[in-house]
């Protein structure tokens, strides 16, 4: 089970910071990812963190902005956002796979999603 949080409504230029607590398996073990769903559109990738959180992928519109971890003793994987725009305005949903991809189809298990909205 997955349980994302820490979504708001912030001002455009905040930063905020979401977390995914996973519970009822080896949460070390696997990759852990981040996505995206604006209203009208299909959902997107945005970040995934390998197992032992040493290698990140991003998608193009969000690196060097965000910033995926994962602190594996807690069970949790982070998605830091900064300078955040109102395109950015999605639900964001952990999912955790075994393969390190961006590829959504390939994610196993996924959170319910937590609201973003980023007013400008």
């Known amino acids: 089970q997955l349980q994302a949080y820490g979504g708001g409504l912030v001002q455009a230029g905040s930063s905020l910071t979401l977390s995914c607590a996973a519970s009822?398996?080896?949460?070390?073990?696997?990759?852990m990812g981040w996505f995206r769903q604006a209203p009208g559109k299909e959902r997107e990738f945005v970040a995934a963190i390998n197992w032992n959180g040493r290698t990140a992928l991003y998608a193009e519109s969000v690196k060097g902005i965000f910033t995926i971890s994962r602190d594996n003793a807690e069970n949790t994987v982070y998605l830091q956002m900064n300078s955040l725009k109102p395109e950015n305005t999605a639900v964001y949903y952990c999912?955790?796979?075994?393969?390190?991809?961006?590829?959504?189809?390939?994610?196993?298990?996924w959170g319910q999603g937590t609201q973003v909205t980023v007013s400008s």
């Open positions: 999912a955790l796979g075994q393969l390190f991809t961006t590829q959504t189809a390939k994610y196993d298990y």
């Open positions: 009822g398996r080896t949460f070390g073990s696997y990759v």
